[in-house]
Structures are given as C-alpha cells and as structure tokens.
C-alpha cells in the first residue's frame, strides 16, 4: 500500500473490559464503534464501509444502521482485524469506499448471545487432530513448544519469564485484569494446563470489544483526534492444522505478513519504537521478535530474559500487559491495534515517550494466519 | 469424573482410503506421480505441483517424536493426563497422534524418540493410528 495515504481517526474499547454480563456479543461490537463514533464526531450516515469478524458484517451493519459500499468480512482468527485495516486501506486508496468502520466483539468469558461451541469432525483438522483428544488452543497452540526449547537449548524458565515481565507493564495499566507482580515461580507454580504450559502461560479468557475508523490522510487533518496513519501492512496464512506447520520453531505465516509490512513500511527494525505481538501464549513473542527479524532464531528469550522488552528496555513490547494480563476476549489482535494507536496518539497507559512508529502484529489459528499493521504518528 | 468420548473422524470419499487402510492396520501416504512429492492429509492432488496423478502407497509406519504436550485439561480420551503428540514420519509427512505403550511422563517421552504405528480399533467404522515406542 502506499505509505502514509490512510488514517485512523477513531480508534475505541468497550466501555468496560474484563467481565460484561450485561451485554452480548453484538452489544459488544456496538459499545466499541459507539465510542469510536463518537471520539471520531461520526455518525453511522457517514461510515460507508465495514469490517468485521465474529459477527457477519451484515449483523454489524444493520444493528449500528450504517448503509456501506464497502464490506470484508474477513475470518482467520484473531489477526483478522490487522488484515481488514489492510483491506480497508487499499480501498479507501482505490475509491470503493471513505469512511470504514472495523468492529471487533467478544462475549468470551460470559458467552451472551454466542452461538454454542461444537466441533466438527469432517474437516482435515476434524479427522486428522480432533481424535486424539485436542481440545482447544491451550492443548494446541502449544503443541511446537517442546520442539523449540530443545532446538534452542531454552527452558520453561524462559517460557515464564515472557509472563513475569508482560505483568510488569500491566501494573502499569488500570483497565489490565491482572496487576499484581509475578516472579518466574509463581508461573511455574500454577495450575497445569498441557506439559510445559501452565496456567500463567495461557491468555486470560475475558470479554470486551474494540473499534477502529479509518479515512484517507487527507480527510483525516479535519477530525478531532490526532490522526495515525498507516506505514505498512502485511498479511498471509498458513495451515489450518498445527501439526502440519512447515517448520515447528517458526511461523512461516509471520514471516511472510511481517516481511511484507517492513517492506512497504521502508523501516528497518530499529527505528521501531513500540512493538505487539499478539501473546495468546508466552512462546508467541519470542517467535513474533525472530520471525519478524528483531532477532535471531533462538535469541529472542534471551532478549527478553535480558530486560529489552521491559518497561524502561529499548524495544517495549505488550505494553498493556497483553493477552496474558491485560486482556483476552478470543480474538485479541483488535486490543493490539488499539495500543499501538493509543501509543501513537501519546494516549497509552504506559506511554513511551517520543514513539513514532508502532509495529502490531497478530495471530490467527494456531500459527494458522499472520496480520501486521505498522503505525506512525509522523504524517 | 467418567471418561468422555473420542471425536471420530467423519471420513469425506478424498480421505475414504486412509480410514479404510487403518481398518486394514496399513497407515496410508500419497506420493505424486510427476514429482515424487509424498504429502498428508488426503487429498487427490499433489499439493506441491497441483497434479492430479497420485498414488496411494503403506508407509512403513515408522517415524520419531517431533513434538507434543501432555494434556491435564478436561480429558476428552482419557482419565489422567495424556501426551498430544506430533510424530515426523519416515517418508516425510507429519501427523498428529497419540503414543501408547508409554507412561506420559517428559521423562517417558524425550524429543526425537523411535516410533512406531500401532492401530486402535473404536468402532466397526473407524481405527485409528496411534503410536508406540519403537521394539515396545
């Protein structure tokens, strides 16, 4: 995409987060875009382009009373969102479209008004993984673990430490689930969910929401907010099944999105200076940071264990705390976006002072699909 | 807390043949016939060069310890805690499994452990492959 040429100039949460009894899922939605609304001084006359997943796009459209030209109702996961901020872009760029609402809800945790889950067992995924007794992310997601540890001579103190450290930015955080500080026992010391991962490990499972409102550069100069604009995107997917993963110590779908995203972006890693990387899992950033090129196969525990990613280190990641502290609703990569916006509007909880460019990344499936969205604040 | 019940495999006609060589306790690959490529899951195609000339052949039913977890969330297949495992086979293709004849243990299970396919017969339609330490 061409550099700088869309912005956001609404970008929103649920009101609350966490635990949302009062709302179902497509409230969920709707609380997010309402804020993002009205922070943006929009109306749903003015937004003629949707996104969105977990809800069809047509749900999304009519319960908020938008009348789009444009709509992606693309699925893949949780990064799904990084790659409607891609499609959007290209079609504000080419016309289709001015104003594109994303909208992003999820009754994770209090499961209102989503449909029962069930799994189906005629897909490749159905016959060839559900029979031997997976049963959801935790038992899968992080099935290639083992694998990287021994390939890199890392241990599960290095998987804990991912955890220790993202809590150290949550309690910097109000609106983050958890706060109170962990030490590497603690982590190692909690429920066993699947050998090496212990609960810890895990994301949380909460409910929230999350909106974003995009428009070209130029049109973006008039609105309230400060604009964000857009540097570079990628995208790209894998494989459905994580035992069929071309290479089990890394994300062959990361590389391809984040290469992509530099690419277009023109940056080199060191004028980053906020990363997310989507963390349903404490293996996640280390192989965000090597697949995304910040650092080498099997140096990024290390990089971690070394304080860079810290509050204070040089490449601050997961500044709210992440999936695993901050919040988790199912489909994370929105919360993600929303950081790397906030960050860029000088607006984060856990502001880093004079970031310019923001790098946010996401997972969707099981390594299954990559989203990268790189932010500046510079237009 | 009683045992639940194994999802089985609902077999479509381009996976037909691997389920019904399980049966036959034969653990069934596909190779291309233009380009030698042998891949999994099923399917009628050869996924690297897109022909549609393939064979179906038995792999030897041999492979090693790729990777796994050892399961202690509610236990559809099992009352205690059971190993999710990914076994690279000897012809190439990886698999997801389980490993039997075995404690469950990290201790039990090292990376890059010799298997080998043994079959478990769950109903008169499906059997699947699982796998044993190699000799056991």
Known sequence: ?379 | MAKMKRMLPTPTPETQHFWDGAQNSKLLLQRCDDCSNTYFPPRPFCPKCASRKVSIFEASGKGFLLSYVINTRPQPISDTPYAIAVVELDEGPRMMTNIVECEQTPEALPLDMKLEVTFEKQNDDITLPLFKPAGA
């Open chain 1, 1 to 379: 995409m061409k550099q700088n040429s869309v912005a956001v100039v609404g970008a929103a949460e649920t009101t609350d987060l966490g635990k949302i009894p009062g709302m179902s899922q497509i409230m969920l939605h709707a609380d997010a875009a309402l804020n993002a609304m009205e922070e943006a001084g929009l109306k749903p006359s003015d937004i003629d382009g949707v996104a969105t997943a977990g809800e069809w796009p047509t749900a999304i459209a009519h319960y908020l009373g938008i009348t789009p030209k444009w709509v992606d109702g693309t699925l893949v996961g949780g990064c799904s969102f990084m790659m409607h901020v891609r499609h959007a872009a290209a079609a504000i760029n080419e016309g289709l479209c001015e104003t594109v609402l994303i909208t992003h809800g999820e009754s994770g945790r209090s499961r209102v008004g989503v449909p029962p889950r069930g799994m189906e067992t005629s897909s490749l995924a159905g016959q060839f993984e559900v029979p031997f007794g997976v049963m959801g992310p935790p038992s899968m997601f992080t099935i290639p673990v083992l694998r990287y540890l021994k390939e890199y001579d890392l241990t599960v103190e290095d998987l804990a430490t991912v955890s220790v450290i993202q809590r150290e930015w949550a309690a910097k955080n109000p609106r983050a689930s958890f706060k109170d500080p962990l030490t590497i026992d603690d982590v190692l010391g909690s429920s066993m969910i699947a050998w090496p991962f212990t609960k810890l490990m895990c994301c949380l499972v909460t409910d929230g929401g999350g909106a974003i409102i995009l428009t070209s550069a130029e049109r973006a100069k008039d609105f309230p907010q400060k604009p964000v604009y857009i540097l570079g995107t990628g995208e790209s997917v894998e494989t459905p099944m994580i035992s069929q993963m071309e290479d089990m110590c890394s994300s062959k779908a990361f590389k391809v999105s984040g290469a992509k995203a530099f690419e277009e972006a023109g940056i080199s890693h060191d004028e980053v200076d906020h990363l997310m990387i989507y963390d349903a899992f404490a293996h996640l950033p280390l192989y965000g940071l090597e697949d995304l090129g910040f650092c080498k196969p099997g140096e990024a525990a290390a990089f971690i264990r070394e304080r860079n990613t810290a509050p204070g280190g040089k490449l601050p990641l997961n500044t709210t705390g992440g999936g695993l502290s901050y919040m988790h609703s199912g489909m994370y990569g929105m919360y993600a976006l929303q950081e790397s916006i906030r960050q860029m509007r000088g607006t984060a909880a856990a502001q880093i002072e004079g970031a310019k460019i923001s790098v946010s990344h996401g997972v969707g499936g099981m390594f299954g699909a990559s989203g990268t969205v790189i932010f500046t604040n510079e237009a």
